[in-house]
């Protein structure tokens, strides 16, 4: 149980055009997911809290405008990489909330490797 | 938000027990302690989560002192395969925003 998925797993768009990565929980419910980014070599950097219904929000530096989150379902979350340019290039990855309301763990998914040329 | 510290790196040898500590000083009351393992171009993986004491499942063991300031997570005789990063964060507890801010983790190498 706890299984989280992404897609795509991978994608290469050109400089300019916008990118859409999904993140669902396949098998609970999730109110809360997390948005990360990683760059090679270094750790996970929280980007955003998704709630369902509700605004987005987005850790310090982090550009709304640029990175658009949509947690319409409680099983879905979107992250759109507008206007994508090279220095967007990273390992994108989504968490989101499992348990009850005393203890909560996070559950990965796989992660998207995003390549803007 | 809580902040961990954990050691840079660590080697050990295929079969050894290994054991990573992570400080944790300014840990909330209701805050759990959570081990992930993250192998390259992975997302990371659920080991274990504690809130004090000793909890132990198929793959590891985490021991959590009373005072909850540290907490170690020991990997039973290695193999190859465990070579990966550990992150330990805290937080997660009833109230809790949820929020899991990543260190920069412990990369465990594994010779054979």
């Known amino acids: 149980g706890a299984v989280v998925s992404q897609h795509p797993s991978w994608v290469i768009c050109k400089s300019g055009t916008s990118v859409k990565i999904e993140c669902r929980s396949l098998d609970f419910q999730a109110t809360t997911m997390f948005w990360y980014r990683q760059f090679p070599k270094q750790s996970l950097m929280l980007m955003a809290t998704?709630?369902?219904?509700?605004?987005?929000?987005?850790e310090q530096g982090v550009e709304k405008d640029k990175f658009l989150i949509n947690h319409a379902s409680l099983t879905l979350s979107t992250l759109t990489v507008t206007s994508a340019h090279p220095e967007d290039s990273s390992f994108y990855i989504c968490?989101?909330?499992?348990?009850?309301?005393?203890?909560?763990?996070?559950?990965f998914g796989p992660g998207t490797r995003l390549l803007v040329l | 938000l809580a902040k961990t510290t954990q050691p840079i790196s660590m080697d050990s040898y295929e079969g050894q027990e290994v054991n990573i500590t992570c400080s944790h000083n300014n840990i909330a009351t209701n805050d759990y302690i959570t081990w992930y393992q993250q192998f390259p171009s992975q997302g990371p993986r659920f080991i274990i989560q504690?809130?004090?004491t000793k909890v132990t499942n198929e793959v590891a063991s985490l021991f959590i002192p009373a005072d909850r300031k540290s907490s170690t997570l020991s990997l039973p005789r290695v193999s190859l395969s465990d070579t990966a990063v550990y992150y330990c964060?805290?937080?997660?507890?009833?109230?809790?925003?949820?929020?899991?801010?990543f260190g920069q983790g412990t990369t465990l190498q594994v010779k054979p």
């Open positions: 964060l805290v937080g997660d507890g009833e109230g809790n925003t949820g929020k899991l801010i």
């Open positions: 968490s989101a909330r499992h348990g009850t309301s005393r203890q909560e763990t996070q559950y």
């Open positions: 504690g809130y004090k």
């Open positions: 998704s709630n369902e219904g509700s605004k987005a929000t987005y």
